[in-house]
């Protein structure tokens, strides 16, 4: 009798909060701000402490101590409270709430805490239900319009409201989370349940599980397009041309399964089942095979508070279509679903951001592409043509190879065209004639057989020969184009093929299929269904209208393939089938760990597991990433940070035989490795070149520039087109198509060739050659001379010619002048730092000590003239012999100072000097300073200058002194040497520089030597009779 009443009294105070529910949602919309959930919560806390309490106050007071009492009592407070919530809202009364539940509990004897409510042993259905009326119902009022937004603190508060309810009533109750999705879907949907609105009439092939696995395959390559005008509802599709190895990749997955179910060391206790569905080479189609596993096809789904157990499929096997597997991937990735493809290889799929549960086993087009790359290199091959689909298949490779063939120097592409789905023979001729037209010998393909056949159709019929085919994995192995109609032009071809792989067991696996006579063409195995009206040519009953008319055979179902040829027991070729394969056993192995996980130490929130009865697609992805196992093939399996798996591609090389039949061997393989990068093994003694020469063609737009050249790019032409331009003098190229030439290093020139850098030619006044040896003989000669005349004078040193006019002098003239000769040598040889210092120095103080002694012989001259004349005597005393050494001394000494100044301050040294000539380096001495150069110069030029003045003043005299005359013209002609000398050795590059120098000092002192002692040398050995005093005093007296 209580719990009936305490179940009314719950009931009407359900209703009694209507109005006070829609005060708070109103006041809650009109006005969302951060305090909502404090407001809820609070209000929620003393609705409960005011209901309960009341109610166990009268219970315990009422009813607990006398089941037997009047309960009128009862009613009155339970009507009060109902009629009291009906006029006052909720949340206009919250302070008075809160008053009330702080009265019941400042009187303990009459009021229970709820903490001990439960030694009433109340039914614990009355406490759900007295709690959804009362807490929820507050708690939900707004929660669609303010939980998305709430912040971390609000839900918390929230949440402590549910878990402090579940502690009171001893019961578990739905999260704050739970209640927020299930009101949300409930007010979105208006009902319980939701009706299918319609079944897609689709080929398929089925089989129940505890998890299904779902596929979508290509087993039909035309599909009907119908109607859709939108004027009548569209007819379910219709597809043509069954495609046995589409038919084969499906029952591989099939394989797969009923190959881990009898697998008792995976998933143990768990039966995988799989749904597996045409596409019909169709995305329309595909979309609603895949929409149809994500879904189900239940006809009616009954919405409860909690979902519970497994969605249709966990995971997806497929798409085989880059343009497929981008549609439906963005669907299912808003989802988390797992699609797994075997052959989807474009380079987009690898966005973690727009497809985050794509995983594929099969390598992506970025990685083809730099396989196709690598290819290219090796050959040479550095212009090619590319052709390509109107598809993400082929507009992603061209993209692939725009951007990373340059960068990796493989060459450039020499034109790109596109195959139209649509079959356009007028395209199709023009592309070829592009093809003709080309320098590019290679052909790069990135299409579907089915496009590649178009175009082979118009290269047969232009008969374009000599092209070197490159194909992608999707044509690489058709057989449909290795016919003798084609493989004129296509032996030779390289391709990259997918992984090859063996499957034990799978072809006794495909000998066993058998058809499902009970398929009614709705729902079922209509995959085997119509591989067997394909293979054996029948009909399974009831047979189309008039087909047992035209002679047709109805299916029994007994018949046996391996009495017919099929490609589908061909199990020697296993690539896209290896894939699904591995698709499967990655979805399974996953699966497999995901049931693994140990109570507690899982790796979703609070450390919890996934449970076998609630999985969820999300969950299967987490371990999905982190999946790695290795095949029975030896191959490792495991997912990169985009889904892709390691990349490993065949290549595979098109052979035509004598006997006209076709063979695709394998003759290498391009892989990437965790530790070695990327790489690329061939077999090139395997490789049949389509060609006469049987070797690699040469496909380039240029030529390679040889060592010497650099590649000059033609304007508005690829970088493989150029021209090669030999480097300039001085510059370098020593490797083939070099794009500079390299300056040689300073003391270095380039070769004739310019392809190496030689030692450049050194340059000085060389004992060597002509010039030098003709002037070394001749300063030789000089210093000969001078010994000779020396030694003339010293053998007749007491004649009178010899001692007129201070023989000392002369003999010190001589020596003079025999080191004016030797200081020449100087000049000539390598310069070195000792001779540089010792040249000019040597040369300085010769010349000033042969200057002057002439200067002091020509003063001699002059005061014994004057001293011939009355009065004059005394003018000799200043002019003995100590005074004229001495006078010799001093002048050479000054010379002797500027040189010691000179060499301190700034000496001379050795220079390398290549201005001159690029090619050459000429040694030379820098004299360091020009002023002590010039001082140089000028002291031995002023000193020459008062010589010649001197000796012009005394040219008159007798002819007793007529050696007034001699050092006239000898000063005449040093004279005139050196001012000659000045303006030509300042004007002479180089050597020349030295041998001019040379030449002004060995021309100047012959001037001298011959001048001055010629004369005395004749008189001396041919003239006798004229060396004596007499002789030598009357010629003055004669004249």
Known sequence: MVHTKLKEAALDKEEAFSSGDQALYKQATNKLTKEFAYRANRLANDAVNMGLHFILHHLNHDVCQDPDDDESSYRQDVDQLVHWSSQNPLELNLLKMVEMAVNFRRNPPTLRYLTIHCNFNLPQELLVNFYTTIVQSVLCTSITVCFGSATKQDRTRLQWTTRSAERIICADLPSIQDLYRSRSVSSSLYSSSCQLQGQFNLNGMHKPGDVIFGGLFKLHYFPAYNDLSFTSEPQQPTCYGFSVVGFRQA????????????????????????????????????????????????????????????????????????????????????????????????????????????????????????????????????????????????????????????PAGAGCLAYTETLHRVYDPAELKRIVDVMRKSTARVVIVFASESRMLNLMKEVVRQNVTGLQWMAS???????????????????????????????????????????????????????????????????????????????????????VIENVETE??????????????????????????????????????????????????????????????????????????????????????????????????????????????????????????????????????????????RMARKKGEPECCFDCVPCSEGKISNTTDSMECISCPEDFWSSPQRDHCVPKKTEFLSYHEPLGICLTTTSLLGTFICVVVLGIFIHHHNTPIVRANNSELSFLLLVSLKLCFLCSLLFIGRPRLWTCQLRHAAFGISFVLCVSCILVKTMVVLA????????????????????????????????????????????????????????????????????????????????????????????????????????????????????????????????????????????????????????????????????????????????
């Open 568 to 709: 589908l027991v061909d199990v020697s070729d296993l690539r896209p089938e290896y894939n699904v394969y591995k698709a499967v056993y990655a979805l399974a192995y996953a699966l497999d760990d995901m049931l693994q996980c140990e109570p507690g130490r899982g790796p979703f929130s609070n450390n919890t597991c996934a449970h076998l009865q609630r999985l969820e697609p999300w969950q299967l992805m987490h371990y999905l990433e982190k999946v790695n196992f290795t095949t029975t093939f030896g191959d490792q399996v495991s997912f990169d940070e985009n889904g892709d798996a390691l990349p490993i591609y065949d290549i595979m090389n098109w052979v035509w035989l004598p006997d006209g039949k076709t063979k695709v061997q394998r003759v290498g393989e391009v892989k990437r490795s965790a530790f070695k990068g990327e790489e690329l093994t061939l077999d090139e003694d395997k490789i049949f070149w389509g060609f006469e020469s049987t070797q690699p063609p040469r496909s380039v737009c240029s030529e390679s520039c040889p060592p010497g050249t």
């Open 864 to 1039: 014994v003239f004057r001293a011939s004349k009355p009065g004059g005597e005394s003018s000799l005393k200043w002019f003995g012999a100590v005074q004229q050494r001495g006078t010799v001394l001093v002048l050479t000494s000054v010379q002797a100072a500027i040189c010691t100044v000179w060499l301190v301050s700034a000496s001379p040294v050795p220079h390398k000097n290549t201005q001159y000539h690029s090619d050459k380096i000429v040694y030379e001495c820098a004299v360091g300073s020009t002023v002590g150069f010039a001082v140089l110069l000028g002291y031995i030029g002023l000193l020459a200058v008062l010589s010649f003045l001197l000796a012009f003043l005394a040219r008159n005299l007798p002819d007793s002194f007529n050696e007034a005359k001699l050092i006239t013209f000898s000063m005449l002609i040093f004279c005139a040497v050196w001012v000659a000398f000045v303006p030509a050795y300042i004007s002479s590059p180089g050597k020349y520089a030295d041998a001019l120098e040379v030449f002004a000092i060995l021309a100047s002192s012959f001037g001298l030597l011959v001048a001055l002692f010629g004369p005395k040398c004749y008189i001396i050995l041919f003239r006798p009779e004229r060396n004596t005093k007499k002789a030598i005093m009357g010629r003055g007296t004669d004249t």
């Open 473 to 559: 994995e999707a044509w690489s192995s058709a057989d449909v184009l290795q016919t003798p109609h084609f493989m004129p032009y296509l032996s030779g071809t390289l391709g990259i093929s997918i992984r090859r792989g063996a499957i034990p067991g799978l072809r006794d696996f495909l000998l066993q299929i058998r058809p499902d006579l009970h398929h009614n063409n709705t729902r079922g195995n209509s995959m085997v269904n119509q591989f067997w009206e394909h293979t054996f040519q029948c009909r399974f009953a009831p047979p189309p209208a008039g087909w047992e008319e035209a002679g047709g055979e109805l299916c029994t179902g007994q018949e």
């Open 251 to 406: 029952q591989t997955m099939a394989f797969a399964i009923d190959e881990i179910n009898r697998n008792s060391h995976m998933l143990p206790n768990v039966t995988l089942g799989y749904s597996l569905y045409d596409n019909c080479y169709q995305l329309g189609i595909a979309f609603r095979a895949a929409l149809t596993l994500v879904s189900g096809q239940e006809e009616q789904v009954t919405l409860e508070e909690n979902c519970v157990g497994t969605p249709p499929v966990l995971g997806i096997v497929g798409e085989s279509s880059s343009t497929r597997t981008i549609a439906i991937s963005t669907v299912l990735g808003s989802y988390r679903v797992p699609l797994v493809s075997y052959f989807a290889t474009c380079s987009c799929l690898s966005d973690r951001q727009k497809f985050p549960s794509f995983f594929r086993t099969i390598p992506s087009d970025a990685f083809q592409v730099n396989a196709m790359i690598q290819i290219l290199k090796h050959f040479g091959w550095t212009w090619a043509g590319l052709i390509i689909s109107d598809d993400d298949y082929g507009f992603h490779a061209a993209r692939s190879f725009h951007s990373d063939l340059d």
